[in-house]
């Protein structure tokens, strides 16, 4: 039984050209789509950091909500202790004085002529705060002892919204906790409680 011939159709040159055309069409398009794809990333990128810009001043209203929300008060409440506080401030920048370089910035320091206590201000404070809070404490320690300033200093963190994780984890650390109640601020000392002293070391 005869075979069927194959019928094959000869390779001219234009026909391979055509096909590196449709190649070079298709890599072409490709390209393009890479192309536009980066775009549509960088536009994205975009966005994402217009996003963080304005969820992180969205974050400092709520910061400054917080402190116009548990700063009144707080000399009061401390008073009612007996401190006596004479003076209170805000927003204080503790700097080097040969540097000028800011070690450390306060949102509220009481004071008077026996006692410091440096109050930290976070909307919602975590435990990594109230790290962060205790070497902030060292290093005003460090600076009053450069400035021969004998008094004592003890910390606070005052609250408008805290877990009780870490209220538990700032009076263990011996920090005053002042957390925001209804329409005031309220001192938590709970029955034991001893507060931290950095004393002078000269």
């Known amino acids: ?43 994205v990128a975009k966005q994402m950091k217009e996003t963080d810009r304005k969820f992180g001043e969205l974050g400092n209203r709520f910061g400054e909500l917080a402190e116009h929300l548990v700063t009144p008060g707080i000399v009061d409440k401390f008073n009612a202790l007996g401190f006596h506080f004479t003076r209170d401030t805000e927003n204080n920048k503790f700097r080097d004085r040969e540097t000028g370089k800011t070690l450390a910035e306060v949102d509220i320091v ?22 962060a809070h205790l070497k902030r404490m060292d290093v005003l320690r460090r600076l009053a002892d450069y400035r021969r300033d004998s008094r004592r200093y003890c910390g606070a963190m005052a609250a408008a919204i805290l877990t009780d994780e ?6 263990a650390a011996g920090l005053y906790v002042l957390q925001q109640s209804g329409d005031t601020i309220k001192l938590a000392i709970p029955e ?11």
């Open 192 to 202: 034991g409680f001893k507060p931290r002293e950095w004393t002078a070391s000269f």
């Open 1 to 43: 039984m005869n075979q069927p011939e194959l019928q094959t159709e000869g390779m001219t040159f234009e026909k391979v050209w055509a096909m590196f055309r449709e190649t070079d069409r298709k890599m072409e398009e490709t390209r393009q789509f890479i192309r536009e794809v980066s775009e549509q990333q960088k536009e």
């Open 166 to 171: 870490t209220r538990d984890y700032a009076l």
């Open 110 to 131: 009481l004071e008077n002529g026996d006692i410091v206590i440096a109050v930290e201000v976070k909307t919602k404070p975590r435990t990594k705060d109230v790290d």
